[in-house]
């Protein structure tokens, strides 16, 4: 997918573009900053809801600095084509906000300061809190 033209990277805030940009029950085209990245809202997703719980989808070594490879796998690729885990007791969707950063090179613990800036600027757009991560 084509990079968007906005941004959630660097040290500004995301931008009401950088959030319109994204589509509930979708993953995002590849956003571009400091840290190149993903995001999938579920489809009850809204502005003023949540706060919604997220996963952290870290890829392995073969998505190293290649988006469309990143979209091609594991929980990236069931998002896409909506074939996601729902609850057994509610049949609710999917409830979670997924970040997917993409890695610039091989080796995620030389990359934790970006990764962690990326949740804590896009956390508060997406309605969900950092301070709320479980290790």
């Known amino acids: ?3 968007a033209e906005v941004s959630a990277g660097g040290e500004a805030e995301p ?6 940009a994204l ?3 979708e993953v ?3 956003i571009e900053g400091e840290l190149e990245h993903m995001v999938y809202l579920p489809k009850s997703w809204t502005a003023k809801g949540g706060p919604y719980p997220t996963i952290l ?9 290649k988006p469309d490879k990143v979209r091609s796998i594991s929980l990236v690729k069931m ?3 909506g074939v996601v885990p ?3 007791s509610t049949n609710d969707e999917f409830p979670f906000v997924v970040v997917i950063p993409v890695a610039k090179t091989s080796g995620w613990p030389n ?3 970006e990764v962690s800036g990326l949740l804590e600027r896009v956390s508060p757009s997406l309605n969900t809190d950092p301070k709320d991560r479980k290790s």
């Open 57 to 65: 989808f870290m890829h392995g070594a073969g998505g190293t600095a």
């Open 23 to 25: 589509v509930p029950g």
């Open 15 to 20: 931008t009401a573009e950088w959030l319109s």
């Open 111 to 113: 990359q934790f300061n």
């Open 79 to 81: 998002l896409i084509d």
């Open 86 to 88: 729902t609850s057994a």
């Open 28 to 30: 995002s085209d590849v």
């Open 1 to 3: 997918a084509a990079a």
